[in-house]
């Protein structure tokens, strides 16, 4: 049974960090293709940061520079880094994970909030 659980959501000023974690069970995910998500509410849902099964990785033009995706295969544990945090960077954070073969993303977690204020 796939299941994903993310943490390290909180409330931070602007100009500050947190590191978000998504802890994975019922699979690996070093096989697998991952990404971080966020949302809003009334907006849609943004894809923020994507790692592939190879270790390739993407990110939305709006954080690049300032977020890092990793894993810790070892752990089984999807990372993602955020720096120089802004109020826009305000929402729900969500893992995922797609079967690299497939371009929809099937597994999700419950989601960890992120809450950056001036």
């Known amino acids: 049974q796939v299941q994903l659980v993310e943490s390290g959501g909180g409330s931070v000023q602007a100009g500050g960090s947190l590191r978000l974690s998504c802890a994975a069970s019922g699979y690996t995910i070093s096989t697998s293709c991952m990404g971080w998500f966020r949302q809003v509410p009334g907006k849609e849902r943004e894809r923020v940061a994507t790692i592939d099964s190879r270790g390739a990785t993407s990110y939305t033009d709006s954080v690049k520079g300032r977020f890092t995706i990793s894993r810790d295969n070892a752990a089984n544990t999807l990372y993602l880094q955020m720096t120089s945090l802004k109020p826009e960077d305000t929402a729900m954070y969500y893992c995922?994970?797609?079967?690299?073969?497939?371009?929809?993303?099937?597994?999700w977690g419950k989601g960890t909030q992120v809450t950056v204020s001036t």
């Open positions: 995922a994970r797609r079967v690299c073969a497939y371009s929809v993303y099937h597994y």
